[in-house]
């Protein structure tokens, strides 16, 4: 058994989710004259990959410690929504679907393609990576309720669409882009297709049913597009925790690791090792499948 990494690196140069505490890190002591090298770190929990906890947005639900192995581990689908979903653009269940198997309680990992917008990416964009990523509707947090999933990943800023949260209200040029856009493609303004009573939706209507997310995946997430294999979750044991950094990986079988790690030879990688560049997928055969088909 051979591990697929699909967490970010996380340094200083992370951004956290916008008006979060970013990482700070110093040394407090140095191998010459104190023996050791030590660092401080400061930092919320919304910085780098990170899982939300049910109390992020749910008083009574459950901290992070009390998150067993069992449900932060299991079967997964990784879907690919890059070849359907732009910027400020909805995704739906059927979209899912359409490119690979859910079976009821999986993990679902979702890549829009925006963690190339990431800033460990030579194609970074912090804007587009906070502000521009594609999200769903309530449509798609009611058939996720029905497929009982586990929890969801997304390899963007959030797991809401970004004009579904404050920052609406913060980045109004962009809000204005939004609005154009939804009144061109889905016929309503931004306010009458997100109005007040699905803010937020993804956090508010979903962590109350145990259904949390882990957001700012990346990594090599591009080699297991529209795949299914096991992943697991793995923040601190935090008593109290709301949410937690975390680190987030893909298990495969030691024949597939070798058929994953040739193609991924073809690519152009990060310095960190990760596959880089917006069109990466597609220029080295790891892009979308067809809408019909579906990989187990």
């Known amino acids: ?47 780098g990959t990170h899982l939300d ?12 410690a009390d998150l067993k192995l069992d449900y932060l581990t299991g079967p997964a689908a990784i879907v690919d929504l890059s070849d359907c979903c732009g910027a400020y653009d909805v995704y739906t269940s059927k979209m899912v679907e359409e490119r690979v198997e859910v079976k009821t309680g999986d993990i ?45 990943g997304v390899d963007c800023g959030s797991a809401d669409h970004p004009m579904n949260t404050i920052i609406r209200d913060w980045m109004p040029r962009q809000a204005r882009q939004a609005d154009a856009h939804f009144k061109q493609k889905y016929g309503k303004s931004l306010a009458e297709f997100y109005d007040d009573s699905k803010y937020q939706l993804m956090h ?12 700012c995946l990346g990594g090599d997430i591009d080699l297991l ?24 990986v893909a298990y495969v079988d030691d024949k597939r690791y070798d058929a994953l790690m040739k193609k991924k030879a073809r690519c152009k990688l990060t310095k960190w090792g990760d596959i880089a560049g917006a069109k990466a997928e597609a220029l080295h055969g790891l892009g979308p499948a067809k809408k019909s088909a579906k990989k187990k």
């Open 204 to 215: 508010l209507e979903m962590f109350n049913h145990g259904i949390i997310h882990a957001e």
């Open 225 to 248: 597009l529209n795949q299914r294999c096991e992943v697991g979750c793995f923040p601190w044991r935090l008593v109290e925790g709301e949410s937690c950094i975390a680190r987030i």
């Open 108 to 152: 679902l990992i979702i890549h829009t393609g925006f963690h190339h917008f990431g800033w460990d990416q030579p194609t970074a964009d912090e804007i587009s990576y906070m502000v521009k990523h594609p999200g769903p509707d309530r449509e798609f947090a009611v058939w996720a309720k029905k497929k009982k999933l586990k929890w969801i």
């Open 53 to 64: 906890g049910e109390i992020h947005f749910y008083t009574p639900g459950k901290d992070i």
């Open 1 to 47: 058994m051979k591990f697929i990494d699909l967490s970010i690196p996380i340094g200083i140069g992370t951004p956290a989710w916008p008006t979060y505490e970013p990482l700070q890190m110093k040394y407090f002591k140095r191998l010459a004259p104190n023996g050791a090298n030590g660092q401080l770190l400061t930092h919320s929990n919304h910085v």
